[in-house]
């Protein structure tokens, strides 16, 4: 078993400690915000929602055999124009059907929230710190003493 050895803080290292402290409550606040943006997007089926107005848009445009250039205004689709829009219908459609904006949000939650249960997450760093702060005195592995006798 390693043995501990309780060092005191100095005036600078506090300072610093506060500062790592004030920076993991961001990082936590942050990161809780995000899931719960995620979470509520997830349960609204946004990305779903998202992509079937996608699919009516693309279907009214072969329909009307237009195109938009970079300003937004319409033009004549080629046979080319319109190819291309249909592979990407049947592309959306594919992923409405294999739920791919639902499934990715999943994944992106699960994601964040494994974050959260790492040993360097925030969270697992801001009552180490709190403590840290409150003793003014961190631990750290004891180092043998050097023997001189020998090399």
Do not use: W
């Not at 291309?84 to 904006?101: A, E, G, H, S, V």
């Amino acid at each position: 078993m390693v043995e501990l050895e309780k060092i005191e803080m100095t005036d600078e290292e506090l300072k610093e400690k506060k500062l790592q402290l004030e920076h993991a409550k961001i990082s936590k606040d942050e990161s809780d915000l995000i899931i719960l943006e995620m979470e509520e997007t997830l349960d609204a089926k946004l990305g779903t929602r998202l992509l079937k107005d996608d699919i009516v848009k693309i279907k009214e445009d072969i329909a009307e055999k237009v195109i938009y250039d970079s300003y937004g205004k319409k033009i004549d689709a080629t046979d080319a124009d319109i190819d291309r829009m249909k592979i990407t219908l049947d592309k959306f459609k594919r992923q409405l059907k294999l739920d791919i904006p639902g499934r990715q949000l999943r994944f992106k939650i699960n994601q964040l929230r494994d974050a959260k249960e790492r040993i360097d997450a925030p969270e697992k760093q801001i009552k180490k710190l709190e403590k840290e702060i409150r003793e003014k005195s961190y631990c750290m592995p004891a180092r043998p003493a050097r023997n001189p006798m020998v090399d």
